[in-house]
């Protein structure tokens, strides 16, 4: 089972990695910030780990724990 951490602070809400992540694990939240709204992931449960949402992302915004 594997986590990550979505850092607000820097998400720019581009979404790439919600394109990224192979078993659909990220989605748009219902909570907006000033750059729009933010990604969350779900199902913890069945992450990988993988870390393409991590690499993808432009800013940095995530970390991937195992």
Not at 12 to 29: A, D, E, F, N, Q
Not at 44 to 51: K, N, V
Not at 52 to 60: E, H, K, Q, S, V
Request: glycine share 10%; with cysteine.
């Amino acid at each position: 089972m594997a986590k990550i951490e979505i850092d607000r602070r820097y998400c720019k809400s581009c979404g790439l990695c919600i394109g990224v992540c192979p078993k659909h694990l990220i989605r748009w939240s219902e909570e907006a910030g000033e750059t729009g709204f933010f990604v969350e992931q779900v199902e913890e449960e069945t992450c990988s780990g993988c870390r393409l949402c991590g690499i993808m992302c432009p800013d940095a915004a995530i970390r991937v724990y195992r």
